[in-house]
């Protein structure tokens, strides 16, 4: 059976083990210097007029500097520490005189070279009642405070707080929407599968020419989306995607269900560029490249080159062919295909062109 001050110290770890749990909760321990923390520390120091402020936080075996000024030292060992001794207080721990305090004199920063004799430290608590480190102000002097200055320094280590607090919410605010989005990108991508499964049982099934070639677009549509969609979801915080990976896998993906033995080349810079272009890209690809494999071959061979280059400013992505050109036939720049992709360069505030060169040449210019 424990006796008392056994259980007492079996809570006391408890305790400590919860604190510690707090404190990654944070995730501030080992982080770059942040020039909020630094600001309070310089003024605090310029506050008590002594040459040394830190914010202090006590990890298992070590305390950390988040921020420090008047010390070159990023941590030190927890035992013994004063940082450790005042977050086991309610409030701030002060010596005024750390050389003939029984609770101080013997410390090593006290006793030792650093010859430590003003120590204030007002713990950094948290709303749940977890004091995780100190921010405190050190002389190698010994000086009095009123009670006024010490409310000072509680201030401040509330501010230190109060900016540990906006960190984690904004952390788990980015945490809380990047699994919304992975919610919504796999709800997204199960339904156009499903839209895709539909559309192919229904080419299996047309009667008709007209039927199958409306299928088949309404097809190739869906692999645009499906293909842009993919490069969405691996786009960064700012919603930006990238242009390479994308436009070549539209491109190949075209050639492989209509190519025959037509020749693709393609030209296709890496550019970043914002989620509200990169769909319509991939669509106007898709019509493009469409449209280049029905009419820009000839007995079943010739050539297509695809290429996208820009400047970070401005963009081109043009599609050409060796075949007969634009005339009279379906590959007419008014034909349906290409009034959508006429839609499209206006929807990012584009340009569209059409012209024979040798074959049929579409671009569409527009700026980032």
């Not at 990023?74 to 004063?82: A, C, F, N, S």
């Not at 190698?140 to 509330?158: C, F, G, M, W, Y």
């Not at 393609?266 to 009419?295: G, Q, S």
């Not at 071959?297 to 050409?320: A, N």
Request: charged content about 25%; aromatic content about 4%; glycine content about 8%.
């Amino acid at each position: 059976m424990n006796t008392g001050m056994e259980a007492s110290r079996e809570l006391a770890a408890e305790d400590e083990e919860q604190r510690l749990q707090v404190l990654r909760r944070y995730d501030i321990l080992d982080t770059p210097p942040d020039g909020a923390f630094d600001r309070v520390t310089s003024l605090a120091a310029r506050l008590f007029n002594v040459p040394i402020a830190i914010v202090s936080l006590v990890d298992r075996d070590r305390i950390w500097f988040k921020s420090k000024c008047g010390v070159e030292v990023q941590e030190i060992g927890r035992e013994p520490g004063l940082c450790a001794s005042a977050i086991l207080q309610d409030g701030p721990w002060l010596l005024t005189d750390a050389s003939v305090d029984p609770r101080a004199m013997a410390n090593p920063l006290v006793a030792g070279e650093l010859g430590l004799r003003f120590y204030l430290g007002a713990p950094l608590r948290t709303w749940d009642g977890h004091n995780l480190g100190t921010l405190c102000v050190i002389d190698q002097k010994p000086r009095e405070v009123s009670p006024a200055a010490i409310e000072h320094l509680n201030d401040l280590a509330t501010l230190v707080m109060d900016q540990m607090e906006l960190r984690l919410t904004a952390r788990t605010a980015v945490a809380q929407r990047e699994m919304l989005l992975h919610e919504l990108h796999h709800r997204v991508k199960n339904n156009l599968q499903i839209l895709l499964s539909v559309v192919s049982s229904s080419e299996r099934r047309a009667r008709s020419a007209e039927t199958v070639e409306f299928v088949q677009s309404l097809r190739g549509r869906l692999v645009a989306i499906s293909s842009a969609h993919d490069a969405m979801r691996a786009a960064d915080s700012l919603g930006k995607g990238r242009t390479g990976e994308l436009l070549e896998q539209i491109s190949h993906t075209i050639q492989a269900a209509l190519g025959g033995d037509g020749e693709l080349v393609t030209e296709i810079e890496d550019h970043e560029i914002t989620n509200e272009v990169l769909l319509p890209l991939a669509l106007m690809l898709n019509e493009l490249l469409t449209n280049a494999y029905k009419h820009g071959l000839h007995d079943g061979g010739g050539r297509i080159h695809v290429r996208f280059h820009g400047t970070g400013t401005t963009y081109e992505m043009t599609v050409r062919d060796n075949g007969p050109g634009i005339g009279d036939s379906s590959a007419s720049a008014n034909s349906s295909g290409l009034v959508f992709v006429k839609g499209l360069a206006r929807q990012i505030g584009g340009e569209f062109d059409a012209r024979n060169e040798n074959g049929a040449v579409f671009s569409v210019t527009f700026r980032a």
